[in-house]
């Protein structure tokens, strides 16, 4: 892991990562579950790619309190050492198979932003 400086995410080298945000909106009933059961154990299963994916570096998972309109249900905020290492993570097969056995049943919305640092 290399040393940081006060900015978050940015090496004392220079040495820029990528970040990877996700927002999901949740159905409000899905697989035999209401959506803050759904998004809880998105929360764990996504939190549980950290020991399984090495490329991720870093994960955090926030399940929104908020209730407006404009409000996502889940947010995922991750961090890899470079592009390669996200399209590593992309195509893992644990990372797929989230997608496929739950997420794609659950969500009703996704919203995505990479970029670098």
Not at 19 to 37: F, P, Q, R, S
Request: aromatic share 8%; hydrophobic share 40%; proline share 2%.
């Amino acid at each position: 892991m290399p040393e940081m400086t006060g900015e978050r995410g940015r090496s004392q080298k220079g040495k820029t990562m990528i970040k990877h945000i996700v927002m999901w909106k949740l159905k409000e009933h899905a697989e035999g579950c209401g959506k803050l059961e759904n998004a809880q154990k998105l929360k764990s299963w996504l939190e549980s790619l950290a020991d399984k994916i090495a490329e991720l570096k870093f994960v955090e998972v926030g399940i929104n309190f908020d209730h407006s309109d404009a409000a996502f249900d889940v947010v995922l905020y991750t961090e890899f050492e470079n592009k390669e290492a996200l399209k590593s993570y992309q195509a893992h097969p644990e990372h797929r198979r989230l997608i496929k056995e739950f997420l794609d049943k659950i969500r009703l919305e996704k919203k995505v932003v990479d970029y670098e640092v």
